[in-house]
């Protein structure tokens, strides 16, 4: 049936508990690539709590983007297998402790169409707060609803992208993609066949299963760590980006940076197909 607009606008959910330890830490690092240098001492730094002289373990800010996995203002009857992620902004008002009992807030911000047989934009917020009531993130994400479009919602009102430069890059970063990443990255959470199951990618458009979303969002969190956060997680802000095509296992993906001051704008590139993968990014730092 078609998005139930605007009652959608109402749905929310409130104090939802969650938590995570260590464990969930190193496997979201470990799912983006982190520690694929084993003796890599900065990378090492957030996928092994066991060191001889002892050093804390340090969590990697997109953690953020799945440490309340599933967390959703409620039911919204859409075609899951048409669904894909169109963008994620985190604000992160404090830095992501390395175990936590924390409680999230989540409703609906917006809900656009783009028309019939063109698909739905779905905007959703999840605050996610300490024991003491303290926000420590502020996830804003939206998907695209491929299969969900013609409901007689509105079509624009959509807020507008960061634009990044127009001159050359200052930095850029070639990360590759192992096989078999999709495979780990979803022990995270995201446990959509799309990203695991051939027939089911195929019955979604998709030769192959695609990388997260939410994947090539943690890979460019790590090109901004590497180039300009000197692997201090503390420094990051914001971190947002939309994505603007499917990333497939075992390609490599290079991340153009620009820094304008605390401003780090950056887009992503599969340069075998000659495809942006990751438009409009942006890493406030401080």
């Known amino acids: 049936m078609p998005i139930d607009y605007p009652a959608i606008l109402d749905l929310k959910t409130e104090a939802a508990p969650y938590s995570w330890s260590d464990r969930e830490v190193m496997l979201y690092a470990l799912g983006i690539g982190m520690g694929s240098d084993p003796l890599s001492l900065k990378e090492l ?34 075609d899951r297998v048409m ?35 063109k698909g739905a934009i779905i905007q ?45 890059p ?13 495979l780990l990255y979803r022990l995270s959470g995201d446990r959509n066949p799309l990203h695991s199951d051939p027939e089911f990618a195929r019955k979604a458009g998709f030769p192959k299963p695609i990388l997260h979303g939410m994947c090539t969002y943690g890979l460019t969190c790590r090109a901004v760590l590497q180039t300009y956060a000197d692997y201090d997680p503390s420094a990051f802000h914001r971190h947002r980006v939309r994505f603007s095509a499917p990333v497939f296992p075992g390609e490599i993906i290079t991340v153009n940076l620009w820094k304008d001051g605390d401003s780090i704008s950056f887009e992503a590139h599969v340069r075998e197909r000659q495809v942006t993968v990751a438009r409009n990014g942006q890493t406030l730092l401080g």
């Open 45 to 78: 730094q957030f996928v092994n709590e066991a060191f001889a002289i002892s050093k804390p373990l340090k969590v990697v800010p997109t953690f953020a983007s799945v440490c309340v996995w599933g967390a959703r203002p409620g039911f919204i009857d859409i």
């Open 83 to 117: 669904v894909v992620d169109g963008e994620r902004d985190i604000t992160f008002h404090k830095p992501m402790p390395v175990a936590a009992s924390v409680t999230a807030d989540a409703r609906v911000r917006g809900v656009y169409d783009k028309g019939e047989e």
């Open 124 to 168: 959703n917020e999840v605050v996610v707060k300490d024991g003491e009531g303290d926000r420590i993130v502020t996830i804003a994400s939206s998907i695209f609803a491929r299969g969900d479009g013609g409901f007689g919602g509105p079509s624009e009102g959509m807020p507008e992208p960061h634009q990044v430069p127009r001159r050359a």
């Open 170 to 182: 200052d930095r850029s970063v070639d990360i590759p993609i192992r096989p078999d990443q999709a």
